[in-house]
């Protein structure tokens, strides 16, 4: 795997600190193994879905939380000690997934279907950061 170095992009990006610290630690973070599989999707330009296999997980196994710009999907099961397997082929093991939120972006709601969750997400941005015109010459500012 290839390192990358951003230090010197520090000098020249002000403000874009979060960004590279963000970078950085995905190129260090150890990856969870790839479980669950998860697929992202985009619904339209500010709807997006993420849907993860959860097959064998009840609702109440499962626990999403969005703390800042973190959406978090944890997965908790309840050993079987009185099961005795001749051969075991499903995983059935506790996960935790990370998935990075951009800003403005916020969990709507989240369903169980057939073994997949479905958790959607909309990036809603304040009118105070949308796109706005700007008049030249001193005449009113036109909203767009």
């Not at 500010?46 to 973190?70: K, S």
């Not at 075991?88 to 989240?110: C, H, M, S, T």
């Not at 279907?113 to 001193?138: C, F, S, T, W, Y």
Request: hydrophobic residues 35%.
């Amino acid at each position: 795997m290839r390192n990358v170095d951003f230090a010197p992009l520090y000098r020249n990006a002000i403000g874009f600190d979060r960004l590279f610290n963000l970078m950085e630690s995905n190129n260090t973070k150890n990856s969870s193994g790839g479980y669950p599989p998860y697929n992202i999707e985009q619904k339209d330009e500010h709807h997006y879905r993420i849907t993860m296999a959860v097959a064998g997980f009840a609702d109440e196994q499962l626990d999403i939380t969005q703390q800042e710009n973190m959406l978090i999907v944890r997965g908790e099961r309840q050993a079987d000690e009185n099961k005795n397997y001749v051969y075991q082929g499903i995983a059935e093991r506790d996960f935790e997934r990370k998935f990075q939120l951009a800003d403005y972006v916020k969990v709507i709601g989240a369903t169980m279907e057939n073994g997949l969750l479905h958790v959607d997400l909309e990036r809603e941005i304040p009118e105070a950061m949308q796109p706005r015109k700007i008049a030249i010459n001193g005449q009113k500012l036109i909203e767009s």
